[in-house]
């Protein structure tokens, strides 16, 4: 999974238990599928709820 805008994927990282033992763990970016205008085309791509944030507060200005 990846952000067409950004271009955010999967990170990793370690779960820690009570008793210290480290276990891997992946952290997955929250992608929706959401249309967007660009250059007065519109187009369905698969975004970050972050870009989705920023484009709409892009749009109300």
Same mark, same amino acid.
């Given at each position: =999974? #990846?952000?067409?805008?950004? *271009? #955010?994927?999967? !990170? $990793? *990282?370690? +779960?820690?238990?009570?008793? /210290?033992?480290?276990? +891997?763990?992946? $952290? =997955?970016?929250? @992608? !929706?599928?959401?249309?967007?205008? @660009? *250059? *007065?085309?519109? /187009?369905?791509? /698969?975004?970050?709820? %972050?870009?989705? %944030?920023? !484009? +709409? /507060? @892009? #749009?109300?200005?």
């Amino acid at each position: =999974m #990846k952000c067409d805008l950004c *271009g #955010k994927t999967v !990170q $990793f *990282g370690k +779960n820690v238990s009570h008793s /210290k033992v480290h276990t +891997n763990r992946r $952290f =997955m970016p929250n @992608i !929706q599928s959401a249309t967007v205008t @660009i *250059g *007065g085309e519109t /187009k369905r791509l /698969k975004l970050c709820t %972050r870009c989705i %944030r920023t !484009q +709409n /507060k @892009i #749009k109300t200005r």
